[in-house]
């Protein structure tokens, strides 16, 4: 029997998890919610001090677990430095990601389209392929990959390249749960709708929209809170969640296209 076997269902307790842009938002709820729950957290971020910050804004809610990762994840060397730092990871959320501003198909630079499916498809990809070994020899891991309700509900006010890239990682997911599968491994796909945070902030300025028309195109009546997708996120990487893979898993407010 494994470490990984004999702790209670329930408790994360013993397992070490990796949160891609974890300081803010979406990321740190994630984090903070898989702190809470007994697990190791290296909470990663390109700058040091915005690390640092998260990572003491954790400790002092009494959250001892949380540890921090700053630098570029898109470069090979600083995935094996946290590779490195972490010994292993049996949890990896690829929250890192988001858009600039809404660009329409005809508006689409070449390179705003190779840096949308950078950040929100090969990134997740890279992280994936360096982290899943070690799963795969411990018998057991978790993959989370954030991605977006527009992902399946076209909106206009959007970004082409965001989507694409967003819709590749949810065909990449599902790939990727079928190969591993047998090893113990699960992959799965969250995909927000409208939450309030920094980067949605960033969004309101530059599409010049307002948060309560955001709000009135959703059935629940107003944007979703960052915990109401982090505290999900336990229960999905779980010891007792073995057989949840493969699967896309809205939390939208019944919101279905706008
Ligand atoms: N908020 C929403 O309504 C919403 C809806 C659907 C999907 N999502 C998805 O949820 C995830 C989190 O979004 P959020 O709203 O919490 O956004 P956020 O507050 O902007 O946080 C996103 C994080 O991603 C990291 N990031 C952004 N650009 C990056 C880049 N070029 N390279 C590396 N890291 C980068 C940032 O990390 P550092 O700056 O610390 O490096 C940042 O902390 C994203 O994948 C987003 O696409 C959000």
Not at 161 to 174: D, E, I, M, N, P
């Amino acid at each position: 029997m494994t470490a990984v076997d004999s702790a209670p269902a329930h408790s994360l307790t013993g397992l070490t998890a990796v949160v891609t842009g974890g300081r803010q938002g979406i990321g740190a709820a994630i984090a903070r919610a898989l702190l809470r729950h007994g697990a190791r957290v290296f909470v990663c971020g390109r700058s040091c001090e915005g690390v640092a910050a998260a990572v003491d804004a954790l400790h002092h809610e009494g959250l001892t677990g949380a540890r921090g990762f700053a630098g570029d994840l898109s470069e090979a060397g600083a995935r094996h430095e946290l590779l490195r730092d972490c010994g292993r990871a049996d949890i990896l959320v690829n929250n890192a990601g988001g858009f600039l501003e809404p660009t329409r198909t005809l508006d689409t630079t070449r390179a705003e389209w190779e840096e949308q499916l950078r950040l929100n498809l090969t990134l997740p990809f890279l992280l994936c392929r360096d982290f899943l070994p070690p799963m795969i020899d411990n018998g057991w891991g978790r993959i989370v990959n954030i991605g977006t309700v527009a992902a399946t509900a076209p909106q206009l006010g959007n970004s082409a390249a965001y989507v694409a890239a967003k819709s590749g990682l949810v065909g990449f997911t599902r790939q990727l749960a079928a190969e591993v599968a047998h090893h113990g491994v699960t992959a799965n796909v969250l995909n927000p709708g409208t939450i309030r945070t920094e980067h949605l902030a960033d969004y309101l300025e530059s599409s010049g929209q307002r948060e309560e028309d955001l709000a009135a195109r959703i059935p629940v009546g107003r944007l979703g809170r960052a915990a109401e997708i982090g505290d999900l996120v336990p229960a999905l990487v779980s010891r007792s969640a073995g057989f949840l893979t493969g699967a896309v898993i809205d939390v939208n407010g019944a919101a279905v296209s706008s």
